[in-house]
């Protein structure tokens, strides 16, 4: 069993840059692959980063926040991270953190079942 606790969210003018970060508790983090998804309102929920298990050597992204948003994670403090810059009001949304025991890697890690989900923080970009 994982618990995953989103928290960084907030108010930002366009441009702007927040941090996102996730703590984990429970057994074998370093075991979990993690992924970052987004809900803005009458939306449905979409994939935008993941980070591999154990090192986290290896990250995906989705397009749209690819050069802006980075992706990254501390087995030690078992927290993962989401540095979000250059922010557009398109990225406003619901931020929720995940974690999957299904091995994943690149655009597999947007499309395959995660199990655990935390439960959101708000980021509302101002134009």
């Known amino acids: 069993q994982v618990q995953l606790v989103e928290s960084g969210g907030g108010l930002v003018q366009a441009g702007g840059s927040l941090r996102l970060s996730c703590a984990a508790s429970?057994?074998?983090?370093?075991?979990?692959?993690m992924g970052w998804f987004r809900q803005a309102p009458g939306k449905e929920r979409e994939f935008v980063a993941a980070?591999?298990?154990?090192?986290?050597?290896?990250?995906y992204y989705t397009d749209s926040v690819k050069g802006r948003f980075t992706i990254s994670r501390d087995s030690a403090e078992n927290t993962v991270y989401l540095q979000m810059n250059s922010l557009k009001p398109g990225d406003t949304a619901v931020y929720y953190c995940?974690?999957?025991?299904?091995?994943?890697?690149?655009?597999?890690?947007?499309?395959?079942?995660?199990?655990?989900w935390g439960q959101g923080t708000q980021v509302t970009v101002s134009s």
């Open positions: 980070v591999s298990r154990w090192s986290g050597s290896v990250t």
């Open positions: 995940a974690a999957t025991s299904s091995y994943c890697s690149g655009y597999g890690c947007s499309t395959v079942n995660y199990d655990y």
């Open positions: 429970g057994r074998s983090f370093s075991s979990y692959s």
